[in-house]
């Protein structure tokens, strides 16, 4: 499992069968949509952003509705299509292909991957080199913004564990067994709503902790500017009493401060 052994495509992770559940995982019209918005605006008001794995465009379309160039890039066309649908007026670029490969030959002032995406990437080369092709497109005093989670939810599982959560208007079903030594969880979903079984999709994930997070991004060329809890910008404390679930990195190039 090391290196390039796993076999990775993200096409495999969301295809068609993520694509017809996974706005029911995901709502568009959630709060935590508004803020992330908001986090990114205020980063570059009416700036240019690019999004990595942008889905069905929960935040890509609230941007734009707030004046900015959106651009996204996800692997599954079925969720493109959806996205499509929502953006009648095509103010959304998108392009279909794997973010670990390649990315749009262009300059953004954010550069985003939200929602714990990072943790898909499932080598830790792969996850240094998309770490350095999200630099590489950006402007000179532009930022990479990404979205973790607390690995401890994947770690403390020895054992194959399986658990219900309840959605909107169904259940999720999640069976996932974790191979600690390789920081691996292997996760098969399904979605019964109230119309019956709506779908099931796997996903392989290699988890970091976050000291191994900023470390790979210094091999990328990235310096940490600042870290939160929330997209409030809640700072992020290591207070046992409060303690969170995720947190948010913002970085810029090495040496960009000094330039200033």
Do not use: C
């Amino acid at each position: 499992m090391q290196g390039r052994e796993v076999e990775f495509s993200f096409e495999n992770i969301y295809g068609k069968g993520m694509a017809s559940i996974y706005d029911m995982l995901n709502p568009h019209s959630s709060d935590e949509v508004q803020e992330t918005a908001q986090f990114i605006y205020d980063e570059a008001p009416k700036g240019r952003v690019l999004e990595l794995g942008v889905g069905t465009g929960r935040l890509a379309l609230r941007l734009a509705d707030m004046g900015m160039n959106v651009h996204g890039i996800d692997a599954s066309e079925p969720m493109l299509q959806k996205l499509r649908e929502r953006d009648s007026a095509a103010r959304i670029k998108v392009s279909v292909g794997d973010f670990t490969e390649s990315l749009p030959d262009d300059k953004y002032d954010v550069v985003l991957m939200s929602g714990g995406t990072f943790f898909l990437i499932a080598s830790q080369e792969r996850q240094i080199e998309t770490l350095e092709l999200m630099k590489s497109r950006l402007k000179s005093d532009g930022v990479v913004v990404i979205e973790n989670y607390d690995p401890t939810y994947h770690h403390r599982n020895a054992e194959p564990a399986t658990r219900t959560f309840p959605l909107e208007n169904g259940i999720l079903i999640e069976t996932e067994t974790v191979v600690r030594l390789y920081q691996a969880a292997i996760t098969s979903r399904t979605v019964v709503g109230a119309e019956g079984f709506q779908g099931t999709f796997n996903e392989h994930l290699r988890y970091v902790w976050m000291s191994e997070f900023d470390l790979m991004a210094r091999i990328a060329g990235l310096k940490l500017r600042d870290r939160f809890s929330s997209w409030k910008r809640e700072p992020l404390t290591m207070d046992p009493s409060a303690p969170v679930n995720r947190y948010l990195s913002v970085f810029e190039r090495q040496g960009h401060s000094e330039t200033l």
